[in-house]
């Protein structure tokens, strides 16, 4: 199974991944049901996740019903029980929308919810990072989840962020790390498909960013704060859940 997972995530490009996932989901919800993980989203069970990834599918990564990985989950629950997001007035920017989030943020009544990007065929608004077409000053939140290791200008990337997020408002900006590094790996002469896989770990990456990711968002204006939300949970969720264990959520505000 996950040599299947692997072979289609490698051959179809995302944008059709993302329409075939919508009729395939309903099937596995129900293949997989069981009781032994709980996908916190949705509240169902399962006897087993997905395997997912591009390179070393990882066992039980995706929840079969909605399609959510390790950090969806983690996100999720950080989202539930330490922040206002389900409970006060907020307009939300989603750059590069999560599927097992979309419908959901897009049902609750207390959010003004947005979503932008070029490519995906499921946003609001097609925009391109590096020129976001939003004013000053506009989000009292924003998501800009796994989309900076695609782009080569991060800086800029992230200064348009900064730019459109209102004084006060704040945001989730997760990007693959590897935390046992201090510094980026980046290389933008390498442009192979099979190149970028081996040296950033999926074929459309551009880096994999070290522990100076912090400090990259620091200084183009964010007070960033690296939440280890992981730390609150008890081995038994950790595994109920399926989670990774050392996600950091970088959570970022403007001052």
Known sequence: MKQVFKFFLNLIPRPILIKFSYIFSPFFS??????KYLDPIDGKKYRKFLPYGYDKPRDNALAPGTLSLERHRLMWLYLQNDTNFFSSSLKVLS??????????????KNLEYITADLYSPIVDVKADILDLPFKDNEFDVIFCNHVL??????????SELYRIM????????????????????????????????KHFGQYDHVRWY???????????????????????????????????????????RKR
């Not at 750059?95 to 609750?108: D, G, H, M, N």
């Not at 200008?153 to 992230?158: I, L, S, V």
């Not at 900006?173 to 099979?194: A, C, H, L, N, W």
Request: hydrophobic letters at 30%; a neutral charge; proline letters at 4%.
């Open 166 to 197: 209102r004084p006060g408002g704040w945001g989730i900006f997760q990007v693959p790390m590897r935390y046992g590094y201090d510094k980026t790996y980046e290389d933008f002469s390498i442009t192979d498909k099979e190149e970028r896989k």
């Open 149 to 158: 290791e695609h782009i080569e200008n991060d800086t800029k990337a992230m």
């Open 30 to 35: 129900w293949f997989y049901r069981g009781d």
């Open 210 to 252: 070290g522990m100076d990711y912090f400090e990259r968002l620091e200084k183009v204006g964010f007070q960033v704060e690296q939440v280890k939300y992981y730390k609150t949970l008890s081995k038994s969720e950790m595994e109920k859940y399926a989670l990774s264990k050392n996600e950091i959520l970088p959570v970022v």
């Open 95 to 108: 750059i590069a929308p999560e599927q097992c989030f979309l419908k959901r943020f897009k049902r609750l």
